[in-house]
Every structure is written in C-alpha cells, then in structure tokens.
C-alpha cells in the first residue's frame, strides 16, 4: 500500500533560519511520483515541486530546495533562509499509478511557523 | 483564466439536508478529483473522474456521489449529510494521462450540525 508520512507535526523557526520538511514514502510501485504543496493561511493549495522516480537529482529553486533519495525512500524539503510568508502547512504527497488514475496519497502535513 | 472555481465558498448545513458542491474548471483538464481536508488527516481523495462519462471511488466515498456529464463539471453531492462530513472539501484537476500535478480550487468549508 502507499503511504506518506510526514513526522514533523510542527516546526517554529526565527527568520533566516534554514529548514527542512521531512517526507518518508511507502511504495510497492518502481514508477511513482512525488509532489511537495504549499497551503498558506488563505487555504489554498500551490503546487511546488513534481520529482518523478527516475530522476534522483537534487532540485533547487530560489531558496527551496529538494533532496530526493530512494534508498531511504525519502522526499525532503529544505528552506534556506527562511522568511515569515514561508509560514504554511506544506504537504507531501505520492502519485498511485497503479489503475493510472494518478491519484494523490497526501502525508499529514507539517505547519512551519516563521517568526519575526 | 479562473482556473478551477468551487461554489459555495462556506456553508453550515443541518444533519439530513442533501447538498451539491459545485466545481467547475476551466482548463479542459480531463481528470478531476474531489478531497477533503480535516486536522490531522491530510487531504483524502473521495471520488475521482479519470475522463468525461467516468467516474471512480477514493479512499472515502462513503456518504458522497459525483457525477461527470461532461469535461469542465465535477459537482459533489452528500445524499443525506452527516456531522462527520464537516470538512474542507477541494476540487482538483489534472490534464490528462502522465504523472502531472493537480492544480487546486479554492475549497469549501463545509458545516454540518
């Protein structure tokens, strides 16, 4: 079965502090996806980051960062130099390929708080 | 471009009353997905639609139905609603075949009482 497991709950950092969002992923699948979203307080869901399995690159844009690494099967996220409109819940998430339906196994989401 | 609008924004909704959200995209994306969002749980996909004229069971139908009569509609209906069903609810899309992302609505937050 698929599963995503986000462990951190919470994370409160000061401004300019680097952080990082772990993701850990369960599945049986060799081609898979995985996704990073952004929900800020306005509730709305943004797109980040799509890393497919084939492709363990490292990715980075702007001061995000991303750390894809199938021997520990996991999809971490790092902020660098964090700022307050980082502030969010941030989700990680596992595409099911099995029926082609490309359906989204969400992780529970970690709440970065980035204070002044 | 409105991209994927959800209709209403908020509703409080008596235990038993049926209610219709509504969702419509205007990207001509083929695949469209409905998923609540609730504390601690994440986001949990309830039906999905792979194509006009299709539609398929998530990890928590129960208690919902959709429908797809054609690309850019993908309302969600609870028959008869229930206070377990006070939820955030989001519309998604996604073009077509391939591993592309989905884009997000807004979301409705939805009462039950």
């Known amino acids: 079965a698929q599963k995503v497991t986000q462990a951190q709950t919470e994370i409160s950092v000061v401004e300019k502090e680097d952080v990082t969002l772990d993701c850990v992923y369960e599945t049986r699948d060799t081609t898979y996806y995985l996704f990073w979203y952004k929900q800020p307080p306005s509730g709305e869901l943004v797109f980040l980051i799509r890393?497919?399995?084939?492709?363990?690159q490292n990715e980075i844009s702007g001061r995000y960062s991303w750390n894809f690494q199938k021997s520990t099967s996991s999809f971490n996220f790092t902020i660098t130099a964090s700022q307050v409109v980082d502030s969010a819940v941030y989700f990680c998430?596992?595409?099911?390929?099995?029926?082609?339906?490309?359906?989204?196994?969400f992780g529970t989401g970690t709440r970065l708080q980035v204070f002044p | 471009i409105a991209g994927i609008t959800q209709a209403p924004t908020s509703q409080i909704l008596a235990a038993g009353r049926r209610m219709t959200l509504r969702c419509t995209q205007d990207?001509?994306?083929?695949?469209m997905y409905w998923y609540r969002q609730d504390l601690g749980l994440g986001l949990r996909l309830i039906h999905y639609?792979?194509?006009?004229?299709?539609?398929g069971k998530g990890e928590v139908p129960d208690g919902y139905s959709v429908s797809r009569a054609n690309t850019d509609d993908f309302p969600l209906t609870l028959a008869s609603a229930v206070p377990s069903q006070t939820s955030v609810y989001f519309c998604?899309?996604?073009?077509?075949?391939?591993?592309?992302?989905?884009?997000f609505g807004p979301g409705t937050r939805l009462t039950v009482l």
């Open positions: 998604a899309s996604r073009p077509g075949q391939g591993f592309n992302e989905q884009f």
């Open positions: 639609s792979n194509t006009a004229g299709t539609t």
């Open positions: 990207m001509r994306h083929n695949a």
């Open positions: 890393r497919n399995s084939f492709d363990e």
């Open positions: 998430a596992l595409s099911d390929a099995i029926y082609n339906t490309d359906k989204l196994i």
